[in-house]
């Protein structure tokens, strides 16, 4: 029943956004990133608008996608690599397979949206949002986060190993199932996390909230 929910949550979610993009916008997309990111270069006060933008494993690569709002766009397999999406808002875009591999994400906005199976190898930034979002079987690896919201997130099956969370809050996280090792949680709220069937090793939870949390006997070799 649970991904039966999990599916229709997601069309309801698609069906309430609408293709709001910028036209003018989309066709400078679409010449590729020199011609993109030579236009977000020569207007520096542009926000592009790409809402509800519908792209099949497009090629993202390198674009200066700051301050770009890709709300309700449905961009499976895309490959963001090394681009820039600082304040970038994602809010209930379709982003399944999405490799975000060392992208730079401060102030993101990920609210809601469907990202099963995504590459976030080597993130950096403060202040994402990961609130509801779903990331179950997702590579959370090598990430270093600050301040950053994954309340009410889907990562089960998820991998965080490697990974620095400081002052980040994990309310009522689905992490069954997880593989973390050496990694660090500093100042990170656990309040009603489950962590059961969770493969945990040498990492430390310093200053971590982990009193409402839901965990078993697989939570060994803490801090070693």
């Not at 971590?208 to 801090?223: C, G, K, R």
Request: hydrophobic share 40%.
């Amino acid at each position: 029943m649970g991904s039966v929910k999990i599916v229709l949550l997601f069309i309801l979610i698609m069906l309430s956004g609408c293709d709001k993009y910028d036209k003018e916008h989309k066709v400078i997309l679409e010449k590729g990133v020199v011609a993109w990111n030579q236009w977000r270069s020569d207007n520096p006060g542009i926000k592009p608008n790409l809402v509800g933008v519908k792209y099949y494993k497009a090629d993202f690569k390198g674009f200066d996608f700051s301050n770009t709002d890709f709300s309700f766009s449905e961009l499976p397999f895309a490959d963001f690599t090394g681009s820039d999406l600082q304040n970038t808002n994602f809010t209930k875009s379709y982003l399944q397979v999405a490799n975000f591999k060392n992208c730079m994400l401060t102030g993101s906005n990920f609210y809601r949206a469907m990202m099963y199976g995504a590459n976030l190898n080597g993130v950096t930034g403060k202040n994402i949002s990961f609130s509801r979002a779903y990331l179950d079987s997702s590579d959370l690896v090598n990430l270093n986060v600050e301040n950053s919201f994954f309340t009410n997130t889907f990562l089960a099956d998820s991998n965080l190993s490697g990974s620095t969370f400081r002052g980040s809050f994990f309310y009522d996280t689905n992490m069954k199932r997880t593989f973390i090792v050496k990694a660090h949680f500093i100042d990170v709220d656990f309040k009603d996390a489950d962590l059961s069937g969770s493969f945990i090793k040498q990492s430390e939870f310093t200053n971590s909230n982990l009193q409402a949390a839901i965990v078993d006997t697989n939570f060994i070799n803490i801090d070693k």
